[in-house]
């Protein structure tokens, strides 16, 4: 009964801790595109959102390689959630004082780089203290997407979807988690192996993970998918407002409730299905996703809005219990590092700026060419999914899910371990 007990209470910390994680981002993300309409700067639109991949490039595999090798990874998060309620709650002061556009751009993009490291260290905390990822995981972080619901909300509640009120709820939200990681035990970093050259104090040593078949697919998959995936938070709620519906961000919640049930799913379809077909179900309802936002009706973007969440659950999370299972736990933080860098970076990055081209060609003679604009997204994520089903493999010997006793070099995959369910079909 005490291990229960106390497994209990452990996941509970580990819940929390992403419930806050996923509330302090989504204040600020959902609602960011009306807010800067409000406040005479929409010109930064594009520019704001990819404030969050250019902080991609910077931040996370640094803080990754911190938390891996030199610091506790609840120290390294407690230190950026305190810098991030600091950076949000200035943004908010720059909006609400009329501060120049390039001025409040630079402050959203200090705040981004604060930002971006705490969901990979957040998920290398709890990988780290889980026994099994593939059954644990899902239901755990389930809680982030209560969080992040819990946060639209709340914004709606506040009636801030267009004001500066949402920055400084996120703010104290950072707050609350910075006060929240006293209460987590330590994750000690390994012990030191000698003296590291630059590009290990970087985080870059992780690029060495591509030289895997698979790693590289399923890493280059993320990014190529998040290309049109950056279109769906910044253009979703005006389609919606065009459309007839106030407090955006409660109905952008919609999408989370598809995504919690997902997650509470994972645990069986790793045990029924290859890992080739979730990642491959989650790309084919990210293209049904688009195609029902395509038909610009009130019903049809709500459904589209619904079926984010089970696309985003079974491609990204599944691809972080991948990383989790298929490299060297010494390399974990820096691993989830360098997927946030291919989705939140080269994905984002192109994906934010590419679709702000795209939808002002798409808005160039009002009204919006809503239909277009969604189709032409659908085509893009037609092609990654063709790419991923043609080049990955999931070939391996073994039973899928368990874990050499010996360290797995950084771009190989873990002895025993294929892309079969557990009962050993591929």
Not at 80 to 101: F, Y
Request: net charge positive.
């Amino acid at each position: 009964m005490d291990r229960t007990q106390n497994q209990w209470a452990e996941y509970s910390e580990l819940a929390a801790l992403f419930f806050l994680q996923a509330m302090a981002t989504a204040t600020w993300l959902v609602p960011l595109s009306r807010v800067l309409d409000a406040h005479g700067v929409a010109q930064i639109r594009p520019y704001a959102f990819a404030t969050t991949a250019v902080a991609a490039f910077i931040s996370p595999l640094i803080f990754g390689a911190m938390a891996d090798r030199h610091a506790s990874p609840v120290t390294v998060l407690r230190g950026l959630a305190v810098a991030s309620a600091t950076g949000l709650a200035v943004v908010a002061w720059s909006l609400q004082h009329a501060w120049p556009a390039g001025l409040v751009l630079l402050l959203i993009q200090l705040y981004a780089i604060c930002a971006a490291p705490t969901g990979s260290i957040a998920n290398a905390i709890v990988f780290s203290r889980l026994r099994d990822s593939q059954r644990q995981f899902g239901p755990i972080r389930a809680t982030a997407t209560f969080g992040w619901m819990v946060g639209c909300w709340l914004i709606s509640l506040l009636n801030a979807d267009a004001s500066a009120l949402a920055a400084y709820a996120g703010a104290v939200t950072w707050l609350v988690l910075a006060a929240f990681t006293f209460l987590l035990p330590a994750v000690a970093p390994p012990p030191s192996t000698g003296r590291l050259t630059l590009r290990e104090r970087l985080g870059w040593d992780a690029l060495s993970l591509l030289k895997n078949h698979d790693h590289r697919v399923v890493f280059f998959t993320a990014a190529l998918f998040s290309i049109p995936l950056a279109a769906f938070y910044p253009y979703t709620p005006p389609h919606l407002k065009q459309l007839g519906f106030e407090r955006t961000s409660a109905w952008m919640s919609l999408g989370q409730v598809s995504e919690i049930f997902a997650m509470f799913a994972l645990g069986t379809l790793f045990l029924r299905w290859r890992l080739k077909w979730i990642f491959g179900c989650g790309l084919g309802i990210g293209l049904l996703r688009y195609l029902f936002c395509a038909l610009d009706s009130p019903a049809w973007l709500l459904a589209g809005v619904s079926l984010h969440g089970l696309s985003f659950t079974l491609f990204f999370i599944t691809a972080q219990i991948y990383i989790n299972e298929r490299v060297d736990p010494a390399w974990r933080a820096r691993a989830q590092a360098l997927m946030w860098l291919m989705i939140g970076g080269v994905g984002n990055l192109v994906g934010y700026l590419g679709s702000g081209f795209w939808f002002n060609y798409c808005a160039a003679a009002p009204p919006t060419r809503w239909t277009l604009f969604w189709t032409g997204l659908a085509l893009a994520i037609a092609a990654v999914t063709a790419y991923f089903l043609s080049a990955y493999h999931g070939w391996g010997p073994g039973r899928r899910g368990t874990q050499s006793a010996n360290p797995v070099a950084p771009g190989a995959t873990a002895a025993g371990s294929d892309d079969g369910p557990a009962a050993g079909r591929s």
